[in-house]
């Protein structure tokens, strides 16, 4: 039994057929020639395997063009116009070949950082290589997106609405949502969901990082159309995470990377003779959350004695793993 082709297979092969066609295709040549659509049942279920891959690529921007025969008017062809789908010739500089080459180091992810070699690798074959030493010394790297990233990009391709548990920014409360996804935009150092909140009936938009557990998409595919004129920017503005400053307490020698970004200050009038072995320190952040899930790693290395709220947040996360390890509530 032959095994059928994959939609997006037969999309690739029908634009590079319609693209390298000396004049153009009609719809029998396209169902002989072009692999995959043997496989309709029927021609009923040709036609609307064919329209549906039109359909699919006019939405991609892929210029299809519809050609009549001047004679016979009832011959209907198709060909792609490679005028207008064609890119310009690509040219790099050799900095600016380094500098591409030093942003491709950015992501630890692995599956964009596997993107982002093949394009290096690309760019490579078109124009100079950046030198060994281009960029020594110098390295970029960011956190990659949260595990919410995956299943809220296939939805948003899909049109189709998702569900999660999510934790407020303003308040902490958690609650399940259901959004209409529309696009993921990166600010501030952190992934954001924009889309339609259907419990409230008003877009907003959503941090990923106070994503809890799994992202489920729920309902039909092509459920909704995503609106032209939404204002990005006033959405995230309400989203942007609590920002503020930190009072640690540091064991001497200890959460190198804390040090460097704080400043010594003195301790709080309400605190006690526990703190004589420790260095405090005073540390931006910029979201609450995040800064939390640092700080816990480094366990009773660290205390927090201000804000209360930043301290709640890393005992929580502390009593999680002292639960998971079956040693009741960390004490400190």
Known sequence: MAQRVEAAERLLDLVIALTHTQRWMTKRQIRERVHGYADAASEESFERMFERDKDLLREMGVPLVVEHDPVHEDDVGYRIDTAGYSLPPVAFTAEEVGVLSLAAELWQDASLRSFARRGMTKLRAVGPAPEPDAHAGLALRVRG??????????????????????????????????????????????????????????????????????????????AFAVPADVDVEALLERARPRAGRARLAVLPGRAAALRARGTPTPPPDHADGALTDRDVLAVPYADLEVFSEEVATYAETVLVLDPPELREAVLRRLRAVAALDGGGERRG
């Open 145 to 222: 997106p949260e595990a919410a990233f995956a299943p809220l990009l296939e939805a948003i391709d899909a049109r189709r609405a998702v569900t999660f548990t999510y934790r407020a920014a303003s308040t902490g409360q958690v609650a399940r949502r259901t959004v209409e996804p529309w696009r993921i935009l990166s600010r501030d150092r952190g992934w954001y969901l924009v889309g339609l909140d259907r419990d409230r009936q008003a877009p907003r938009a959503f941090r990923l990082s106070r994503i809890a557990g799994k992202v489920r998409a729920t309902g039909p595919t092509r």
